[in-house]
């Protein structure tokens, strides 16, 4: 049980490296589009392609609230249940068994 109980640990640090590693490429793509960036620039591409996919989808669910986009802040708050669900139900998994 040692190796399973390893084996989802290392999983859950994987799991909450992911997720940190994903808001800090949304809170970046958020003050990017503050300023007017040059979409030729290979960080602003990157970040526009890492974040696009799944800020365009909450787009599409939230009403249209004028020149504010709130899109990051719903993902961010998505991320952030994620991180405590997922985290601790994989802890609670591992060391329960």
């Known amino acids: 049980m040692f190796v399973f109980t390893s084996f989802v640990d290392a999983v859950v640090y994987v799991v909450r490296l992911l997720l ?3 808001t800090w490429i949304i809170i970046a793509r ?3 589009s503050w300023v007017n960036p040059d979409p030729y620039n290979p960080i ?3 970040l526009y392609r ?3 996919p799944i800020l365009s989808k909450v ?3 939230l009403p249209h609230t004028g020149g504010i986009d709130l899109s990051p802040l719903i ?3 998505i ?4 991180k405590i ?10 060391y329960s068994i």
């Open 75 to 77: 993902v961010l708050l």
């Open 59 to 61: 787009r599409r669910i």
């Open 85 to 94: 669900f997922v985290v601790r139900a994989l802890y609670m998994l591992a």
């Open 20 to 22: 940190d590693i994903y």
């Open 44 to 46: 602003v591409n990157f």
């Open 50 to 52: 890492a974040t696009e």
């Open 30 to 32: 958020a003050l990017i």
């Open 79 to 82: 991320i952030y249940l994620l």
